[in-house]
């Protein structure tokens, strides 16, 4: 396998050309030019309102519909009319989530899970006024959720499984594939939380067998908005809020009013990033998703190096490290890693390192019920570092002399 092209990554990316450590990227990530360039030409040039006759107009049109293929590329999707464009993944998951709660009939039971992002699990919680029953999978003491767990809380009367492709707290990985597969011969539907994961690795839908997927495009290297994918039948079946003239038909039924067009097409253009990486690596990768999953696959492969060197760092520090730190299982997880300092509140460990210009995040990390879990008390939770394939292993030597630092002080 040829070297992670770091050097290449890192210039592209015009934040990180004055030093400044990112470690909480799970919060949001950085984005390349090509994405800084690709906003500024939509603002400078058709910063105007869809579905005009005027040649400004047509472009927003035509910017979008290009948006619209490279996502889909991005997860894989079987038609372009199965995503959908936003404000951010909240918004759609409230909106799949009341449409499932209009729609309940004899299968009244939502299954939520307690590693979840606390978005994935309130606007289903909600559904109880509706009639629904909440059924809770719990992570194990592995930090995981385990697909065979899904058993004995299957049932007739499941309508959905609502679950996290990783989490944003403790960054471990869940098997989609074995969820639909269960999920499906109960006849429940699917509904992932991919926004965590989403920067991390290769998303195919077909693969996974899910019903619908959210993602922040902020966390994948755009500006801030949000997407969703849904099966085009699944989507089009589901009671959404629209004006009388919008067709009942995805993606128009799901998006409602105007979104930010310029941050739309900064998400093409990180997608088109993401692919520029891919061809850097193979240039003969055959295709746009060739190209794509090549990528994805590069920088699984080096952020495994990344969570390796983060844990070592986290040994010497003594620190408690909450989830997967088995070796073998690293390619269970994202470098996403919240820990502890012995004696040292998290937030005196976050305040130093802000100190020395790297940024990490201290507290619950918008799941409380997760931190509960960990025996942690929400309000002030752990210390989070959550890195990306821009982050080097420079980088985390110098978290790990710094934490060193801390410890002396
Ligand atoms: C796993 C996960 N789910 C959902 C969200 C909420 O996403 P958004 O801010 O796009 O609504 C986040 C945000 O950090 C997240 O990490």
Redesign the pocket.
């Given at each position: 396998m040829p070297d992670f092209p770091i050097t290449r990554v890192r210039a592209a990316f015009p934040a990180l050309q004055d030093g400044y450590v990112f470690f909480d990227n799970?919060?949001g990530a950085q984005s390349p030019a090509l994405v800084l360039d690709a906003v500024a030409d939509h603002l400078l040039h058709r910063n105007v309102q869809r579905g005009g006759r005027y040649r400004q107009s047509q472009e927003v049109d035509e910017a979008i519909a290009r948006a619209r293929t490279s996502v889909a590329l991005l997860v894989n999707a079987r038609h372009d009319n199965e995503i959908s464009f936003g404000m951010?993944?909240?918004?759609f998951m409230r909106l799949i989530s009341i449409a499932i709660g209009q729609s309940l009939g004899a299968r009244r039971e939502i299954i939520v899970t307690d590693l979840?992002?606390e978005?994935?699990i309130a606007v289903w919680l909600a559904l109880e006024r509706e009639g629904a029953k909440i059924v809770w999978w719990h992570f194990r003491d592995d930090g995981r959720l385990h697909p065979e767990d899904l058993e004995k809380l299957l049932s007739p009367r499941t309508r959905i499984v609502a679950c996290?492709l990783a989490s944003?707290a403790i960054g471990s990985i869940l098997d989609i594939a074995e969820v639909s597969k269960r999920a499906h011969a109960a006849g429940a539907e699917v509904f992932v939380?991919a926004?965590?994961f989403g920067p991390h690795g290769t998303m195919d839908v077909q693969e996974f067998d899910c019903d619908y997927l959210v993602c922040?495009g902020?966390?994948i290297f755009s500006p801030h908005m949000?997407f969703l994918w849904g099966r085009l039948e699944s989507l089009n079946a589901l009671p959404t809020f629209r004006e009388e003239f919008v067709p009942d038909t995805a993606p128009a039924k799901l998006e409602i009013g105007t979104y930010i067009y310029e941050n739309v097409a900064g998400m093409d253009a990180a997608v088109r990033y993401l692919e520029e990486l891919g061809r850097s690596i193979n240039p003969a990768a055959a295709s746009r998703r060739a190209a794509l999953v090549t990528s994805t696959e590069a920088i699984r492969g080096y952020e495994a190096q990344l969570s390796r060197a983060m844990l070592q760092a986290l040994s010497h520090a003594q620190a408690t490290v909450y989830g997967i730190v088995d070796d073998q299982n690293i390619p269970l997880r994202t470098p996403t890693l919240c820990f502890n300092l012995p004696g040292i509140s998290p937030a005196r460990v976050t305040e130093q390192l802000a100190a020395q210009n790297l940024s990490v995040r201290d507290g619950h990390m918008?799941s409380p019920r997760l931190m509960k879990r960990l025996g942690l008390a929400p309000e002030s939770g752990a210390v989070r570092a959550s890195l990306v394939h821009y982050n080097t292993l420079e980088e985390v030597e110098r978290f790990g002399s710094l934490l060193a630092d801390i410890k002396r002080a």
């Open positions: 799970a919060a951010n993944a909240t918004s979840d992002h978005a994935n996290t944003n939380d926004v965590h922040s902020y966390k949000g918008y």
